[in-house]
Every structure is written in C-alpha cells, then in structure tokens.
C-alpha cells in the first residue's frame, strides 16, 4: 500500500538553529512529492514540490527539500529557523493514474526564542 | 481575488441535525475535495470531485454527503449519521488532468457537536 511517513510528531528548535524535518514514502513508483505547511487554525500551504529533475527543490519562505531515491525520503531542510516557521508540516506523495494525494500525519514545529 | 473560501469558519451543531459546510472557488479549478483533520491523525480524505454533477467517495464518507452542480462550488453536509463529527474540515481544489497538480486549500471550518 503506498504510504507517507513523517516519523516526528513534534519538533523543536532554537530560533536561530537549523532544521530538518522527514518524510518517507512508500510508493511502487517514484511519486510527486510535496511539502506543505499549516498555520494554527489555517489551511494548508504549499511550500515545495518535486515532479522530476533536480533533486534539490527551493521552496517559499526560505525552505528547500531533497528527493534522494535510494532512501525513499523528501526531508524539509532550512538554514536557519524563524519564530514565525512555528506551524504544523506536512508531507505529500501522489503517483501517476491517481488524482488523490497521501499525506503524512504531519510534524508539529516549535520554536524556542 | 483569487481564491477559496469557506464559511463559516466556525460552526455548532446540536445531536441529530444536519449541518452544511460551505466551500466556493474562483480558481476556475475542475477539482475539489473535502477534508477532515483531527489531532494527530493528519488529513482524511471524504469526498472529491473531478467534474461538476461527479464525486466519489473518499476513505472516511460515512455519514457526510456532498453536491457538486456547480463548478464553483462544492458544498459538504455532515449529517446526523457522523457519530463523531467535531473536527477541522477542510476544502480543497486542484487542477484537473494533473495528476500530480498542487492542492490549493481553503482556511477551513471548525465544526463542534454541543
């Protein structure tokens, strides 16, 4: 069954500090790949996407991810964290004949100042 | 003002009624779906649309009901069957013919059983 898997439910960081949050997928194919992000009480926002090419993506607000095959993996990186990054992440995959994503249960993010 | 709006943002229901969740979209987009998170569980699909006067069900459409007559709109009913339908309910819509196309979603609607 294909699947999305964000291993951390919580994580927390120093304002400042970096960060990298997982994601695994489990997918026969590799899938198109997603990260979005979800403030308190708000719906979702599309931070980066990954279809082909370059493994490295950019995404808004600073956050970049990389697609590395042979770890079945999309990690969310940014360099250094800002207060206003404290939010709620998720991970999307969908395959080729499916109109419908799978999402990870996400990663809540905390930020200490 | 391109968009997706949802409304209301909050909404009440006592047991046993029947509620309606409002989403409209002016993306022009073929495609929307319905929605629901809950604490740690992430998103649910229950409904989606590709096409207006066509839907199908998701993984959770017990108890929720949806009408899709206009391309513009895709509005949900939670009815008196959903034993537990306080959540986030969240509406969304995509391109379609792009299989893998962003999703772009609405603020959503905080749904409380009293």
């Known amino acids: 069954a294909q699947s999305v898997t964000q291993p951390d439910i919580h994580i927390t960081v120093s304002e400042g500090a970096s960060l990298e949050l997982r994601c695994n997928y489990s997918?026969?194919?590799?899938?198109?790949l997603f990260w979005y992000v979800q403030s308190p009480g708000q719906g979702l926002q599309l931070l980066l996407k990954?279809?082909?090419?370059?493994?490295l993506v950019q995404g808004i607000k600073g956050f970049e991810a990389e697609f590395k095959r042979s770890q079945s993996s999309f990690n969310l990186r940014k360099p250094s964290v800002h207060w206003s990054d404290a939010a709620e992440y998720f991970c999307a995959a969908s395959s080729g004949g499916s109109y419908i994503p799978t999402f990870g249960r996400g990663t809540s993010l905390i930020v200490h100042p | 003002d391109g968009g997706i709006t949802q409304s209301p943002k909050y909404l009440f229901r006592k047991e046993g009624q029947n509620v309606t969740l409002s989403c409209e979209q002016n993306l022009n987009h073929d495609a929307m779906y319905w929605y629901r998170q809950d604490p740690g569980q992430g998103l649910r699909l229950i409904y989606y649309s590709q096409i207006v006067n066509d839907f199908q069900k998701g993984d959770i459409a017990e108890g929720y009901s949806v009408s899709r007559e206009k391309k513009e709109s895709f509005p949900l009913t939670v009815t008196s069957a959903q034993k537990n339908p306080t959540a986030f309910y969240l509406c969304?819509?995509?391109?379609?013919?792009?299989?893998?196309?962003?999703?772009?979603f609405g603020p959503g609607t905080r749904l409380t059983v009293l």
């Open positions: 969304a819509t995509a391109r379609a013919g792009k299989i893998a196309d962003t999703q772009y």
């Open positions: 997918y026969g194919a590799t899938p198109y």
């Open positions: 990954y279809f082909s090419g370059d493994t």
